[in-house]
T-cell receptor, first 113, second 108 residues
Framework: NAGVTQTPKFQVLKTGQSMTLQCAQD?????MSWYRQDPGMGLRLIHY???????DQGEVPNGYNVSRSTTEDFPLRLLSAAPSQTSVYFC????????????FGPGTRLTVT | DAKTTQPTSMDCAEGRAANLPCNHS???????VYWYRQIHSQGPQYIIH???NNETNEMASLIITEDRKSSTLILPHATLRDTAVYYC?????????FGPGTRLSVLP
């Protein structure tokens, strides 16, 4: 199993540009989520999904969109990038059966200039 | 806000046990205690979890006090590769709230 994969590993955007961060998992997990991590801080939840077709907002959803058309994929879209969105983004997945051992991807480091 | 309080940083000598404390005085009866770690800038890695009883796996032991208001993660023989940020998380559901964690430095 590849686990949770994320692409790209690094990305530089100009203010106002849009892009999609990709996340995929091959463990047939129902739950998937996106976190962002700013320097020296813990992770903060952006959006999550408990199954295909179901998404919801986390703690810091503004400026981001998600959709979940398949169990495997959970892309994160930045609509109009801002310097405040410069961060490292992590995708995670787990079964919907608790307790929840979550598997995290390697992260995407995004810089917005 | 995170429901846990952890020391900002700790040092441990290589080969010794590393004991990482966590306070979670407002924990509810159905909330689990989870420990994750983040090595350098990699994605967080699951270590262990517990509800009431002490737990042990191949990586670590988790000691939860009887009143469940605090816990300790024990790495029995720390190595240099255990240098990381360790997060203690209290949660009922899957949406975790991460605090800043404890930065553990294992020293040769």
């Amino acid at each position: 199993n590849a686990g949770v994969t994320q692409t790209p590993k690094f990305q530089v955007l100009k203010t106002g540009q849009s892009m999609t961060l990709q996340c995929a998992q091959d463990m047939n997990h129902e739950y998937m989520s996106w976190y962002r991590q700013d320097p020296g801080m813990g992770l903060r939840l952006i959006h999550y999904s408990v199954g295909a077709g179901i998404t919801d907002q986390g703690e810091v959803p503004n400026g981001y969109n998600v959709s979940r058309s398949t169990t495997e994929d959970f892309p994160l879209r930045l609509l109009s990038a801002a310097p405040s969105q410069t961060s490292v983004y992590f995708c995670a997945s787990s079964s919907n059966l608790g307790p929840y051992e979550q598997y995290f991807g390697p992260g995407t480091r995004l810089t917005v200039t | 806000d995170a429901k846990t309080t952890q020391p900002t940083s700790m040092d441990c000598a290589e080969g010794r046990a590393a004991n990482l404390p966590c306070n979670h005085s407002t924990i509810s009866g159905n909330e689990y205690v989870y420990w994750y770690r983040q090595i350098h800038s990699q994605g967080p890695q699951y270590i262990i979890h517990g509800l009431k009883n002490n737990e042990t796996n191949e990586m670590a032991s988790l000691i939860i006090t009887e009143d469940r208001k605090s816990s300790t993660l024990i790495l029995p023989h720390a190595t240099l590769r255990d240098t990381a940020v360790y997060y203690c998380i209290v949660s009922y559901g899957q949406n975790f709230v991460f605090g800043p964690g404890t930065r553990l430095s294992v020293l040769p």
